[in-house]
Nanobody
Framework: QVQLVVSGGGLVQPGGSLRLSCVVS????????LGWYRQAPGEQRELVAN???????NYAASVKGRFTISRDNAKNTVYLQMNSVKFEDTAVYYC???????????WGQGTQVTVSS
């Protein structure tokens, strides 16, 4: 009942910036938090950042100070602003919604972010 559509991935140079967008639709009132995750080849999917309904945020130590998660309630969109990107930021990035009803979580499609010179 919640759909997540991700966009904004692509190729970026080290030290550059990129902004990912996740447009949310459906039963938005069931969402308790939104988050960004990433998965590099051969690695487990990991939390990058999340934001709660109240606006509090949490970041992985590896991206703290470089990435910023934000939302625009009027546009039903959550963003991940990626600054000062590094080679190790290369991964498929996913948007996830935590729900207060079953199935309690929903995932969007992945978008590739490649950091390369």
């Amino acid at each position: 009942q919640v759909q997540l559509v991700v966009s904004g991935g692509g190729l970026v140079q080290p030290g550059g910036s990129l902004r990912l967008s996740c447009v949310v639709s459906g039963r938005i009132y069931t969402i308790s938090a939104l988050g960004w995750y990433r998965q590099a080849p051969g690695e487990q999917r990991e939390l990058v950042a999340n934001i709660t309904l109240g606006g509090s945020t949490n970041y992985a130590a590896s991206v703290k100070g470089r990435f910023t998660i934000s939302r625009d309630n009027a546009k039903n969109t959550v963003y991940l602003q990626m600054n000062s990107v590094k080679f190790e930021d290369t991964a498929v990035y996913y948007c996830k919604a935590d729900l207060v009803v079953p199935p309690y979580a929903n995932w969007g499609q992945g978008t590739q972010v490649t950091v390369s010179s």
